[in-house]
């Protein structure tokens, strides 16, 4: 089982910065990928970006590319995401998930992520 705890979320002005962290805790050896969603009200959970553990392989949703850096330290299990160019569309409360294993599916599908963290609410003003 892995243990995920987000942070970094919080309220900024549109053309603002954030920086979100995930930190992944117990069997993070059996780690494919980490990965971030994110989900607004009345929403369902929407890929945002992800990196594989082995060799760095990275997907980015189109709404954030150009925008938002996700990278990882494998020292500190730690996977982060750097949010520049914020916009309004941007609020929800945005989530890291494990991917334990290869899939068919690729890094996209919510469905093949198997541990959550609690989320961390980002609000951006207009």
């Known amino acids: 089982q892995v243990q995920l705890v987000e942070s970094g979320g919080g309220l900024v002005q549109a053309g603002g910065s954030l920086r979100l962290s995930c930190v992944a805790s117990?069997?993070?050896?059996?780690?494919?990928?980490m990965g971030w969603f994110r989900q607004g009200p009345g929403k369902e959970r929407e890929f945002v970006a992800a990196?594989?553990?082995?060799?760095?392989?990275?997907d980015y949703a189109d709404s954030v590319k150009g925008r938002f850096t996700i990278s990882r330290d494998y020292a500190k299990n730690t996977v982060y995401l750097q949010m520049n160019s914020l916009k309004p569309e941007d609020t929800a409360v945005y989530y890291c998930?494990?991917?334990?294993?290869?899939?068919?599916?690729?890094?996209?599908?919510?469905?093949?992520?198997?541990?959550w963290g609690q989320g961390t609410q980002v609000t951006v003003s207009s």
């Open positions: 998930g494990i991917q334990s294993r290869p899939t068919m599916v690729g890094l996209i599908p919510a469905s093949s992520y198997n541990s």
């Open positions: 990196i594989t553990w082995g060799d760095s392989r990275i």
């Open positions: 117990g069997r993070t050896f059996s780690v494919n990928a």
